[in-house]
């Protein structure tokens, strides 16, 4: 594969999955970015390196970013229309039964047309990307583009445990007035993956699943959220994150938008295997557009760019690497079943 390509980003679908429709609301805010938004940048970053990670592990990784620190992302406006749309979509969130989000609303970009506009704005998206250094688009499988995660009723449970995120970059958005928590920190490990899956007793594989565990409080960095409205940008495949616990019940809202990298010259990130047993509506379907997207590109690429000369057993090797993420989706999909 070439070292950089580009590829445009795959579009929405025509319809959105049937179990979706009774969900979507029908009269919520419209979204107006020149009223809605407030973007600044970030005071600072920590950057993959900083968390630990060598050379070998930040040549695999889409880019070298880590962590932002929180920045203002939405003005007063887009704050009180962005939680009318996250509050009103609440009663219908799902209840995980695992140690991840035990309360969150999947596919917010199909339920509401706000999210959908926030998800695609252009200029939330050249911010995000200027953050992440790297070209990104809305992740391709819609049903990552906007998460919303709500505080348990039980404040006993973690509002999400350590682990990593099945996509590459997300920013998470903090809707809840911060000053008002007690506990509900965005935490992250100030380690890379591998040392976090040392330290829980696990692989980096099986970091996407969620670790309750306690870890040294000088290996923990947290985002210092200053009020509602503000945002921060991480390559969630990489920083081992978690909402820590609720100390009092209180309201913490937090949406987080899911971005997919238009350089796709590396390995995909998205870990399709986990996703192909959420069982959200749609997700098969999805899955099936995200591997086709991604390998009709790598297969146009290899038809443009393929070495002429090239031996029997690289144009067949050059061949399977276009069509993995076909393979590695319909392996997924069939096992999921
Ligand atoms: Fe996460």
């Known amino acids: 594969m070439p070292d950089q390509l580009q590829f445009a980003p795959l579009q929405f679908p025509t319809r959105i999955p049937a179990d979706y429709e009774p969900f979507v609301l029908a009269d919520e805010p419209v979204w107006n970015p020149s009223v809605h938004l407030a973007l600044a940048a970030p005071a600072e970053s920590l950057s993959l390196s900083d968390l630990g990670y060598d050379s070998a592990e930040l040549a695999l990784a889409a ?107 997300d920013m998470v958005l903090m809707l809840s007035d911060p000053t008002k928590l007690v506990g509900g920190r965005l935490e992250f490990l100030k380690v890379s993956r591998q040392s976090a899956s040392d330290l829980f007793g696990t692989t980096v594989d099986q970091l996407h699943l969620g670790y309750a565990v306690e870890v040294p409080q000088d290996q923990i960095a947290s985002a210092q959220f200053s009020a509602a409205g503000t945002g921060v940008v991480q390559q969630g495949t990489h920083v081992v994150h978690r909402a820590s616990r609720l100390e009092t019940a209180g309201e913490r809202i937090t949406l987080v938008l899911g971005y997919i990298p238009l350089d796709q010259s590396g390995p995909d990130p998205t870990n399709v295997d986990y996703m192909s047993a959420w069982g959200h509506p749609g997700i098969s379907a999805e899955l099936a557009r995200h591997a086709a997207w991604l390998s009709s590109q790598h297969l146009a690429a290899l038809a443009s760019q393929i070495d002429p000369d090239a031996s029997a057993a690289s144009a067949a090797t050059a061949l399977r690497a276009a069509v993995a993420s076909v393979e590695r989706v319909i392996s997924a999909l069939e096992s999921s079943g």
């Open 63 to 169: 880019s070298p970013l880590g962590v932002t620190a929180p920045f203002q992302v939405f003005s007063p406006a887009g704050l009180e229309a962005v939680r009318t749309v996250c509050l009103a979509l609440q009663a219908n969130a799902m209840v995980g039964t695992d140690d991840r989000a035990p309360s969150y609303i999947p596919g917010a970009g199909y339920r509401s047309k706000f999210i959908h506009n926030l998800c695609h704005d252009a200029t939330v998206l050249a911010h995000v990307s200027s953050l992440a250094g790297i070209k990104l688009a809305p992740h391709s499988m819609t049903d990552c583009q906007a998460y919303i995660n709500y505080a348990p009723r039980d404040v006993s449970k973690a509002v999400d445990s350590w682990h990593i995120d099945s996509i590459a970059f």
